[in-house]
C-alpha cells in the first residue's frame, strides 16, 4: 500500500522554496563542454588518448514532444536542451519494442527481444543472452560501471543485477518518495542522481567510468489513478510549476481518429488506460501539468550532475547520451501508454553530446535512424572494446562525430509481443517512405502507412490496389528480417482479453468489478489497499476504515480512493463516530499537494456527532463553505449564492426526531446520490440535503472520492461496507430554466459569527 507523505514532511516538501542548488540547476544553461577554469579542473584534463567517460540518463515513458529542444515551447528543459545545443540530436530515434522491460532488456543484450527470448517465452531473457551485458564488456576494459534507477528487465532465474556492476541499487517506483533515513522522504528522481554524484565523487582519477541513471520518470503511478500528485508525483523541485499554464490538446485528438481504428486497437489497455487519464479537459490538464513537472524534474535533477562532473574536472572527457525506454502517446488517437505501432509509441528522444567532437558539430541534428538496440555496441565502441558479434545493433559514434557510414540502414524492425493476451501482437517494418506491420494474433490485420504523405498515419493503404506491389514488397523484407531474428513466434496459447468498451458508459466502471447490483466495493475490511493517507491517522479496525486522531490536529487529514475518479454515483457506506467527532465523506474533491499531499477539497457530506444542523450537511471543504445545512432544499445560483427553496422532512417540520437523536459509537447508514449537478444525502434513510449547484464556476462534475478526520476534539471515526455504483457519465444537468429559485427564497445562513439581529435576505430582495 501506498500512503501520501507523513504531516511531519509537508511544510518542507510542498510549501518551502525550491532548493538554491535546484534552482541554479533549472535556470543555468549547465553544458558538459562549457567547463570551469578551475584548478581542480585544469589538474584533471584527460589527455586525448584517454578512455571518455560515459554517462547514460534513461526516461520512462518520453516522446520526443515533451522536450524544449523537439520543439515544445512550454516544458522547461533547459539542461537537456543545452546538451541538443553541444551535441547530436537524432530526429528519427526509434525502439525495437515499446514497453518497458522489453526495450530496457534489448539495451542490456544488445538484441531485439525477439533474440533475447524464446518463441514460446519471448519476454524472458535466456540465459545464455544476457551472461555478459555490456557492462560486463566495459569493465573488462578497465572502466568502473555504476547503476542506479529502474531495472525492470525480465532476467532468467539466478540472474544478479549486482554481478554485472561494480555499483549497483535498483530504485523503483510505488511509491515514487522514499523515505529517508531522517524520516524525510526525497523523489526517486533525485535519489537516482544523488547516487550518481555519490558516484562521482568516489571515482578514481585514474580510471575511465560508465554511468547509468535510469529513471522511473515520467511512468504513470498506474495503481494511482488520483490526478496529478497522486497519478504523476513530481519531485519538489518543480512544485507549482505550469499551474497557470493551459497544455494544448493532442494533435490527433478527433474523435473520428480513434474511430477510424480497428476494434481490437480500441478495446485494448491502450484505450482502458486512456480513462484513467485523458477523457475529460480537466483531467487532462491536471495530469499534463503534473507530467511536464516529472520532466522538468529530471531536467533539473541532470543539472545538479552536470554541475558536480565539472566540479570533479570530470567534463571534458565525459560523454552524456539521453533517451527514453518507449514513445508515449499522451491521449493522441484516444489512447494512452505505448503498445502499438504508430510514431507516437516507438519515436524517443535520443541526445549524445560528446565534448570531444570538433566544436563546428556541435548543435547538429541527424535523420539518420538510431534504436535503442545501438546503444550497447556505441558504448563499447567510444571504449575500444570489439563489439561481439551477436550484437544486432550499430554504433552511433559515427554519426555524433559527423561522419554517417554510407552503409547506414534505411530500414528498422518493430515489434510487440509483451502480455500477449491483453496487447495486440505486431511486426514490422518502417523506412523514410513506408511503415509496414501486421498483427499476427489478429488474423495478420496489416497497415501500410505512407509516412511522407500521411506523417500522421491516419490512412491505411494495406487495401489498396494501386499499393499492392509495395505491401507484397514490405511483406517479403519483413518476413526475411523475422527469420534472421529467430523466426515467428508460437501461437498464443491464451484467449486474448478485451480491456474495456471503446465508449464506456461511465468511465469509471473501466476495469471495475461489479456486484449484481452495479456497486464496486471500495474497501476489502481487511487492508487500506487501494487507499492513500496517512497510517499515523487510518487503520482497519474490527474490519471497518478507521480514523483516529488525539484533538492536537492543526489541519484535517484525509485518505484518499485511489482507483478511480467519480463523476455520477450512488455510494452507501455505514458510519460509526465517537461522541464530539467530525468527519465527512469527500466527493468530486480534488488533491491539494500545494496544502499539503493527503489533502482534499470540495463536496463533503458531513458526518458530525453532536449536532443534528451538520449531520449529513453539504458542505465544500476550502471553498464556498456551507452550500446547505441539514434538512434545507437549496439552489445554488450561477454566483454561487445558496438559496433555500424548501425543507427535505416535509412541511414545518424541522429536523425528524430520529436525526436529533443520533447515536454515537453506533453504526448508522449514509448515503450520497450525485446525478449531474443535483446532490442529495441521506442518513438512516432520512432526506438530510437536496442540492441544485447552477454555478459553473464553483461546482465539480469530477474528482476523488475520500473521507476525513478533523480538527478538535480526540475523535475516532470508522467507515466499512463501502460501495459505490458509478452512474452514466452524461445524466443532464439542471439549468435555472428548469429549477427556478423562488422570490421568497431565503440565503443559506452564512458559517461563522453573526450579528444577534442577523436576518437571511430574500432572493427577491437580492434582485432588486
Known amino acids: 500500500m501506498r500512503f501520501a507523505i507523513p504531516l511531519v514532511t509537508l511544510c518542507t516538501l510542498l510549501l518551502a522554496p525550491v532548493r538554491a542548488d535546484e534552482v541554479d540547476a533549472q535556470n543555468s544553461v549547465t553544458t558538459a563542454q562549457n567547463t570551469t577554469s578551475s584548478d581542480a579542473q585544469a589538474e584533471s584534463a584527460p589527455s586525448s588518448s584517454s578512455p571518455p567517460n560515459i554517462v547514460f540518463f534513461f526516461a520512462d515513458d518520453q516522446t520526443t514532444t515533451t522536450l524544449g529542444c523537439y520543439g515544445n515551447d512550454v516544458i522547461r528543459t533547459p539542461n537537456i536542451d543545452a546538451l541538443a545545443a553541444n551535441g547530436v540530436r537524432f530526429r528519427n530515434a526509434f525502439v525495437s519494442q515499446s514497453i518497458c522491460w522489453v526495450s530496457r532488456t534489448t539495451i542490456l543484450s544488445g538484441l531485439t527481444g525477439r533474440t533475447y527470448g524464446t518463441p514460446s517465452n519471448p519476454e524472458l531473457a535466456r540465459p545464455e543472452a544476457v551472461a555478459e551485458l555490456y557492462s560486463d564488456i566495459l569493465r573488462e576494459h578497465g572502466y568502473r560501471t555504476g547503476y542506479f534507477g529502474k531495472w525492470h528487465a ?214 539518420a535512424i538510431g534504436l535503442n538496440l545501438d546503444l550497447p555496441a556505441t558504448f563499447l565502441d567510444w571504449a575500444g572494446a570489439e563489439i561481439p558479434e551477436r550484437y544486432q545493433g550499430h554504433s552511433l559514434a559515427p554519426i555524433v562525430a559527423g561522419d554517417q557510414p554510407q552503409d547506414w540502414r534505411t530500414e528498422s524492425f518493430h515489434e510487440h509481443f509483451a502480455v500477449r493476451n491483453r496487447i495486440p501482437a505486431f511486426e514490422g517494418i518502417r523506412n523514410d517512405q513506408f511503415k509496414y506491420v501486421v498483427y499476427f494474433d489478429n488474423d495478420n490485420y496489416e497497415f501500410l502507412h505512407d509516412l511522407k504523405n500521411d506523417p500522421d498515419e491516419l490512412v491505411n493503404l494495406a487495401g489498396d490496389p494501386q499499393y499492392a506491389d509495395t505491401l507484397a514488397e514490405m511483406r517479403d523484407r519483413l518476413a526475411k528480417r523475422v527469420k534472421e531474428l529467430g523466426g515467428p513466434l508460437d501461437q498464443l496459447s491464451t484467449p486474448f482479453s478485451k480491456s474495456t468498451v471503446p465508449h464506456p458508459v461511465a468511465a469509471a466502471k473501466v476495469g471495475a468489478n461489479v456486484d449484481q447490483d452495479g456497486f464496486v466495493s471500495v474497501f476489502d475490511g481487511k487492508t487500506l489497499r487501494r ?236 434582485k432588486n
Not at 455510494?571 to 474533491?589: E, T
Not at 476523488?704 to 455504483?725: C, E, N, R, S, T
Open 154 to 367: 525480465k532476467m532468467p532465474t539466478g540472474f544478479q543485477q549486482r554481478d554485472h556492476f561494480d555499483e549497483f541499487e535498483a530504485i523503483g517506483r510505488n511509491p515514487y518518495y522514499k523515505k529517508q533515513p531522517d524520516g524525510t522522504l526525497r523523489h526517486e528522481t533525485d535519489l537516482v542522481v544523488d547516487r550518481g554524484i555519490e558516484f562521482l565523487r568516489e571515482q578514481p582519477k585514474d580510471k575511465p567510468f560508465a554511468l547509468n541513471m535510469w529513471f522511473n520518470a515520467c511512468h504513470a503511478e498506474d495503481g494511482d489513478r488520483r490526478p496529478g500528485i497522486g497519478h504523476y508525483p513530481w519531485p519538489e523541485s518543480t512544485n507549482g510549476m505550469y499551474e497557470d499554464v493551459e497544455i494544448a490538446q493532442p494533435p490527433l485528438n478527433a474523435a473520428t481518429v480513434f474511430d477510424a481504428l480497428p476494434d481490437f486497437l480500441k478495446t485494448t489497455i491502450n484505450r482502458e488506460r486512456f480513462f484513467w487519464r485523458w477523457n475529460t479537459d480537466e483531467k487532462y490538464q491536471t495530469n499534463m501539468r503534473s507530467y511536464y513537472r516529472m520532466v522538468t524534474g529530471i531536467d533539473n535533477a541532470i543539472g545538479r550532475f552536470l554541475t558536480e562532473l565539472r566540479k570533479q574536472g570530470l567534463a571534458d572527457n565525459t560523454i552524456i547520451v539521453y533517451s527514453a525506454d518507449n514513445g508515449y502517446y499522451m491521449a493522441n488517437r484516444g489512447l494512452a501508454g505505448k503498445w502499438s505501432h504508430y510514431e507516437e509509441s516507438l519515436r524517443v528522444p535520443l541526445i549524445i553530446m560528446d565534448p570531444r567532437a570538433d566544436a563546428a558539430k556541435r548543435g547538429a541534428t541527424t535523420d
Open 531 to 766: 487507499w492513500s493517507g496517512d497510517t499515523k491517522y487510518w487503520s482497519v479496525q474490527d474490519g471497518a476504515l478507521t480514523g483516529v486522531t488525539d484533538g492536537t490536529l492543526k489541519m484535517n487529514h484525509f485518505i484518499t480512493w485511489e482507483d478511480s475518479t467519480i463523476q455520477n454515483f450512488d455510494l452507501r457506506v455505514k458510519v460509526k463516530v465517537s461522541a464530539g467527532g467530525n468527519s465527512g465523506i469527500q466527493y468530486r474533491g480534488l488533491s491539494r499537494p500545494d496544502l499539503g499531499l493527503d489533502v482534499v477539497t470540495g463536496y463533503q457530506c458531513d458526518v458530525v456527532a453532536d449536532n443534528a444542523n451538520y449531520n449529513g450537511m453539504l458542505y465544500e471543504e476550502k471553498g464556498r463553505r456551507i452550500l446547505s445545512h441539514t434538512g434545507e432544499k437549496v439552489i445554488v445560483d450561477p454566483e454561487g449564492r445558496s438559496w433555500v427553496v424548501g425543507d427535505t422532512f416535509g412541511a414545518g417540520q424541522a429536523e425528524p426526531a430520529d436525526l436529533q437523536r443520533f447515536d454515537t459509537d453506533q453504526w448508522h447508514d449514509y448515503r450520497v446520490l450525485v446525478r449531474g449537478n443535483h446532490y442529495q444525502h441521506w442518513v438512516d434513510g432520512h432526506l438530510t440535503t437536496d442540492l441544485i449547484d447552477l454555478d459553473p464556476q464553483g461546482r465539480s462534475l469530477e474528482g476523488v472520492l475520500a473521507v476525513q478526520v478533523h480538527v478538535g476534539p480526540a475523535m475516532k471515526i470508522q467507515y466499512k461496507d463501502f460501495k459505490i455504483k458509478h452512474l452514466p457519465d452524461d445524466l443532464p444537468l439542471r439549468t435555472a430554466e428548469d429549477s427556478p429559485i423562488p422570490d421568497a427564497a431565503h440565503l443559506v445562513r452564512p458559517q461563522g459569527k453573526l450579528p444577534a439581529n442577523w436576518t437571511p435576505p430574500t432572493y427577491g430582495a437580492s
